[in-house]
Every structure is written in C-alpha cells, then in structure tokens.
C-alpha cells in the first residue's frame, strides 16, 4: 500500500515528464533537410544553415502575419 509520501513522489515525476516534453516541442514548421530560407542542405534536424537565415526567414514570416509586407 502506498502512503502519501510516495503518491505524491508519483504524481511529481508525472508532472515533470509532461512538463520537459512540452518544453522539448518544436515550434514553426519541420525540418526538411534544406534550410528553410535559403535552401542550402542542412545537418539532419536542422532548419536553417546559419542564425542569418533563421533571422531573415523569423522576420518574413512577422511582415507576413502582420500583413506588413509590401
């Protein structure tokens, strides 16, 4: 039978797993094996080649949802 120290230790790591696998969760599209800006190959798991990039391709897709774009 469990007591409520060890309920509680439970429902903690419960918390904590569901807590680091949101965090873990990519926001904005998938990585396609090209950089999304440039279309450069990229490493596996990459999205862009270079902070430039994922900069430039970040601010289009501001303009482009603040519909500021000319």
């Given at each position: 039978?469990?007591?409520?120290?060890?309920?509680?230790?439970?429902?903690?790591?419960?918390?904590?797993?569901?807590?680091?696998?949101?965090?873990?969760?990519?926001?904005?599209?998938?990585?396609?094996?090209?950089?999304?800006?440039?279309?450069?190959?990229?490493?596996?798991?990459?999205?862009?080649?270079?902070?430039?990039?994922?900069d430039g391709?970040?601010?289009?897709?501001?303009?482009?949802?603040?519909?500021?774009?000319?």
């Amino acid at each position: 039978m469990s007591d409520i120290l060890d309920i509680a230790a439970e429902t903690e790591e419960r918390i904590r797993t569901a807590a680091i696998a949101t965090h873990r969760q990519v926001n904005g599209p998938s990585p396609t094996g090209s950089c999304l800006w440039c279309d450069h190959p990229v490493e596996e798991g990459l999205r862009w080649c270079g902070t430039n990039c994922r900069d430039g391709w970040q601010h289009y897709q501001d303009r482009v949802g603040s519909n500021q774009l000319n």
